[in-house]
C-alpha cells in the first residue's frame, strides 16, 4: 500500500487531466543515473536498440519504478492496481541531430479510438541531465484530446521536458509530442515505459479532498465539461452541473467567425444542461464544425443537455463526416448511464460506425454500464466488421461487473483473425482477474501467438486469475522466454 503523502494531490490531478503530463523527480543518486547511462551505451553501440528487451538488457531501470513517487503518481492516475504495459523502447537522440516530427504515437502501428479517459499512460525517463540543447522531448499541453493538428496549432507550440538526470514525466499516453534537436555532442536517451489500469475507478485514488474540478492554474475555460467529466470519472461519481455564462450569448457565440470563440460558447451551453434543451438544434450544427475543438465541446454539451441531445448523437454516428461521428461517441459517453438505450439500439444498426462507436462508448461507461448494455456490446463479438469487433474487445475489458456476459465474448474474441482485436480481448481478460478462469485454456493457447501483444497480454492474464493451473501455465511460458541480463554475444555462459 503507497503512503498517501506520495498521491497526487487536487491541482496536480487537475494539472494531468487538463494538460496531459505532470513531471516527477527521481530520489536516487546521481550515480545511479550514470550507471543506466553508460550500461545504455554499451548495449546500443554492441547490440543496437533492444526495443521492447530494453528493462531485461538495462534491469537496473526497475527501480525507478519502485519508487514511492512514481507509484504514487501512476497509482493517483491509473489506480492501485496498475501494470506496466510489454511495449517498453528506448529513443536515441544523437548529437547534433534535428530531431523529431510531432506526432501522436500509434499502438505499435494499430489504430483505436483513443480515449479521453485515463486507462492507459506513459512515463519518459531521462537517465542523462536534459537541458533545451540536448534536444529533450517536447510535448503539446492539453493536445492529448485531439485527433489533428490544426486544432492547437494556432494556439500552441511544443514545450520542452527539461531537467536533471532522472527526471520522469508522466503523460498521458495520447499527447502530442516530438524530440527538440540536439545541439550538443552527446547522445540524449528517453526511456519509454506504458502502464496499463486494471480496474474501472469507482473512488478516487489520489489525494482527494474536492467533489468539484478545482480549475485554476491556466486551466482556462476550453474544455471545462471534457475536464470535469474526467475528473467525475476518476472519481467513481457525478458532480452537479453548474450553468456558468449566459445562454444565449453562448448560442449566439456558436456562429462566430473566431473559432475559439465558437470553442468557448458550445462549451457553455453544456453547463446549462437539461435548461438548454432548446439549443440543440443549433448543437446539431455544430458538431459539424471544421474545427475539432468545437465538435467535441458541442457533442459534450448535447450528452450534458440529454434528451432529444442524445437523438442526435446517436444519429450522428452514422455521419458522412467522419469527425462528426468520432465527437459523437465522445458526446455518449459524457451522458454517462442515460445514453445506455441509445448504446444498445445503435450495437444493432446496419451501420458499420454505428456499431463500432456504440462499442466503444459502452466501454466508456465502464462501471456504470448495466447488464443489458453489456449484452448489446457482446453480441457484437462475432460482427463482420473489423473495427467494430476491435472495439468491442477493448470495450468489453472495462464491462467488469458482468463477466458471465462479456468474459466468453471476449474468449471468442481471443480467436479472431484480426491481432489488434486478439490482444484486445487478451488484455480485457487480464482486466476482469479471477473471473476470467473460464477463459484459461483459450489463454494457455494464446501463449503461441504470432503476435508477442496477444502472448503478453494472455500472460498477464493468466496471473490475474491466479489459479494454480493458470499460474502453471504462466511459469511454463517464462521459464521457456525468460532473459539472462548479463548475457551477450561476448559472455554466452
Known sequence: MIDSQHLLTDDQMRDFIVNGYIVLRSSLPASFHQQVYDRTLEVLDNEGNPGNNILPRVPQVRHIFQEPAVRGALTSVLGPDYTMHSHRHCHINRGHSDGGGIHKDSYWGYQKVRSHRNRWAMIFYYPQDSPEQ????????????????????????????????????????????????????????????????MSEPTAPTWNHQQAEFPGGNGAGQRHRNIW??????????????SADGDLADAVSGLSAQDPQERVLAADVIGTHGAAAKEHVPALSQALADDYEPVRLNAAYSLGLVGGSGLDVLSQSLASDNEGSRLAAGYGLTAAGAASQSHLQKACASPVDSSRALAAFAAGELGATADVDTAKAVATLATDRDLQTRCNTAEALGSLQAHAEVTVPALTTLLAD???????????????????????????????????????????EALE????PEALRALTDFLNVSR???????????
Open 464 to 467: 490475474q486469475i491466479g489459479t
Open 134 to 197: 540536448i534536444g529533450p522531448t517536447g510535448v503539446v499541453p492539453g493536445t492529448h484530446t485531439y485527433e489533428h493538428k490544426d486544432s492547437w496549432e494556432p494556439i500552441s507550440a511544443p514545450q520542452p521536458l527539461t531537467g536533471e538526470a532522472g527526471t520522469m514525466v508522466l503523460v498521458h499516453f495520447d499527447l502530442w509530442h516530438r524530440a527538440f534537436p540536439n545541439l550538443t555532442d552527446k547522445t540524449r536517451f528517453m526511456m519509454k515505459f506504458q502502464f496499463l489500469r
Open 483 to 493: 532473459w539472462c541480463p548479463i548475457t551477450t554475444k561476448d559472455s554466452t555462459f
Open 228 to 241: 470535469t467529466r474526467v475528473w467525475d470519472w476518476h472519481r467513481g461519481a457525478q458532480s452537479t452541473l
Open 417 to 459: 483473425e484480426d491481432g489488434q482485436t486478439r490482444f484486445n480481448a487478451a488484455y480485457g481478460l487480464a482486466r476482469h482477474g479471477a473471473a476470467a478462469a473460464p477463459a484459461t485454456d483459450a489463454l494457455v493457447r494464446a501463449l503461441d501467438d504470432e503476435n508477442r501483444y496477444v502472448r503478453n497480454h494472455s500472460a
